[in-house]
C-alpha cells in the first residue's frame, strides 16, 4: 500500500528544493531584487554595436548603488519604453578609475508628443576589484557621475562633487538670498575646490569667492568640521539630506546653503 502522507511531504520537499534553487540561480545572474529598476549589464558588444532610438538625458545622478537617468523622446505615452544601460567593459586608467556606460532606448512608439520618463540602474555588477570609486561616463550626457563605494560617509568624502550655492543668509545685516542652480558652483576635488561664480553680484552683499581654483581642507576642532580655503576659515561645515552647509554665522559671518549639482 502506497503511504500518500510520505509521497506528498516528498513531493512539497522536491517542490521546496526547486524553488530555492530558482532563486539562487536569478541572485547568480544579477535579476535579484534591488531598489533600482533595472541593472547595468557589462557588454562591449551592445556598447559598440547596438544601436539606440533617439533620446535626451535631461539629468543623471546616483543615489547609493543606483544610477538614476531622467530623459525625454518622442512617443504616444512612454509606456511602452524599454531601457537597457550597457557597460563598455573598458576600464580607464586615471585616479579614480573611469568606465563608459550607454543607455539604449527601444522606442516603438511613432507620436510626436515628448514625455520625460526617469529610471534606474543597479551599479553594483560594474563595482572593480581593489577601487571604490570610479569616474562614470554616460554616453549622450556632458557631466561624469563620481561613484563611491566605500562606504564612507565622512564629511571628507562627501563632499568631493558639484555644487550649487542656492542660499547665503546672516551677516550684520541679516541678508537672506537665494540663487538659481548652476549660476554659482563649488566643485569638491581631493585638495582643490574650483569655484565658478556667475552671480553678477547686483543681488547679493556676498556670494561666496571668486571664480577660482583654490586650495582646501577641513579642519577639526573640539569634534567641530571647519572649511578652510586657501587657509581662509570659512565656518562650521556639515552635510545633512544631500544639502551641503557652511557656517559662520557665530562670529557674524554668512551661512552658505548648497545642493547636489
Same mark, same amino acid.
Given at each position: 500500500?502506497? &503511504?500518500?502522507?510520505?509521497?506528498?511531504?516528498?513531493?512539497? #520537499?522536491?517542490?521546496?528544493?526547486?524553488?530555492?534553487?530558482?532563486?539562487?540561480?536569478?541572485?547568480?545572474?544579477?535579476?535579484?531584487?534591488? &531598489?533600482?529598476?533595472?541593472?547595468?549589464?557589462?557588454?562591449? #558588444?551592445?556598447?559598440?554595436n547596438e544601436t539606440s532610438d533617439f533620446y535626451t538625458i535631461i539629468s543623471a545622478s546616483i543615489l547609493e548603488n543606483c544610477l538614476q537617468i531622467e530623459y525625454s523622446a518622442s512617443g504616444c505615452s512612454g509606456e511602452s519604453w524599454k531601457e537597457k544601460m550597457v557597460d563598455e567593459e573598458v576600464i580607464l586608467e586615471s585616479f579614480p578609475i573611469q568606465r563608459n556606460l550607454k543607455m539604449i532606448l527601444d522606442n516603438p512608439e511613432a507620436c510626436a508628443a515628448v514625455f520625460t520618463k526617469t529610471v534606474s540602474f543597479d551599479l553594483i555588477p560594474i563595482q572593480t576589484e581593489d577601487y571604490t570609486r570610479i569616474i562614470l561616463n554616460i554616453d549622450g550626457y556632458d557631466e561624469p557621475l563620481l561613484y563611491d563605494y566605500s562606504g564612507d560617509s565622512s564629511i571628507e568624502n562627501q563632499i568631493q562633487q558639484k555644487w550649487d550655492l542656492v542660499n547665503v543668509n546672516g551677516g550684520l545685516t541679516g541678508i537672506d538670498v537665494n540663487f538659481s542652480e548652476g549660476t554659482i558652483t563649488w566643485d569638491f576635488g581631493d585638495e582643490e575646490v574650483t569655484i565658478v561664480n556667475n552671480n553678477q553680484g547686483a543681488n547679493a552683499i556676498y556670494d561666496g569667492l571668486v571664480t577660482g581654483t583654490y586650495n582646501y581642507s577641513i579642519q577639526e576642532f573640539n569634534d567641530v568640521k571647519i572649511l578652510e580655503v586657501d587657509s581662509q576659515n570659512l565656518g562650521v561645515i556639515s552635510i545633512v539630506d544631500g544639502q551641503l552647509t557652511v557656517d559662520q554665522r557665530a562670529s557674524d559671518g554668512f551661512q552658505l546653503k548648497f545642493k547636489k549639482h
Amino acid at each position: 500500500m502506497v &503511504n500518500f502522507s510520505l509521497t506528498s511531504t516528498f513531493l512539497k #520537499g522536491i517542490v521546496l528544493i526547486m524553488l530555492l534553487a530558482l532563486f539562487n540561480a536569478c541572485e547568480e545572474d544579477g535579476v535579484k531584487a534591488s &531598489n533600482c529598476d533595472s541593472i547595468v549589464a557589462l557588454d562591449a #558588444g551592445s556598447y559598440q554595436n547596438e544601436t539606440s532610438d533617439f533620446y535626451t538625458i535631461i539629468s543623471a545622478s546616483i543615489l547609493e548603488n543606483c544610477l538614476q537617468i531622467e530623459y525625454s523622446a518622442s512617443g504616444c505615452s512612454g509606456e511602452s519604453w524599454k531601457e537597457k544601460m550597457v557597460d563598455e567593459e573598458v576600464i580607464l586608467e586615471s585616479f579614480p578609475i573611469q568606465r563608459n556606460l550607454k543607455m539604449i532606448l527601444d522606442n516603438p512608439e511613432a507620436c510626436a508628443a515628448v514625455f520625460t520618463k526617469t529610471v534606474s540602474f543597479d551599479l553594483i555588477p560594474i563595482q572593480t576589484e581593489d577601487y571604490t570609486r570610479i569616474i562614470l561616463n554616460i554616453d549622450g550626457y556632458d557631466e561624469p557621475l563620481l561613484y563611491d563605494y566605500s562606504g564612507d560617509s565622512s564629511i571628507e568624502n562627501q563632499i568631493q562633487q558639484k555644487w550649487d550655492l542656492v542660499n547665503v543668509n546672516g551677516g550684520l545685516t541679516g541678508i537672506d538670498v537665494n540663487f538659481s542652480e548652476g549660476t554659482i558652483t563649488w566643485d569638491f576635488g581631493d585638495e582643490e575646490v574650483t569655484i565658478v561664480n556667475n552671480n553678477q553680484g547686483a543681488n547679493a552683499i556676498y556670494d561666496g569667492l571668486v571664480t577660482g581654483t583654490y586650495n582646501y581642507s577641513i579642519q577639526e576642532f573640539n569634534d567641530v568640521k571647519i572649511l578652510e580655503v586657501d587657509s581662509q576659515n570659512l565656518g562650521v561645515i556639515s552635510i545633512v539630506d544631500g544639502q551641503l552647509t557652511v557656517d559662520q554665522r557665530a562670529s557674524d559671518g554668512f551661512q552658505l546653503k548648497f545642493k547636489k549639482h
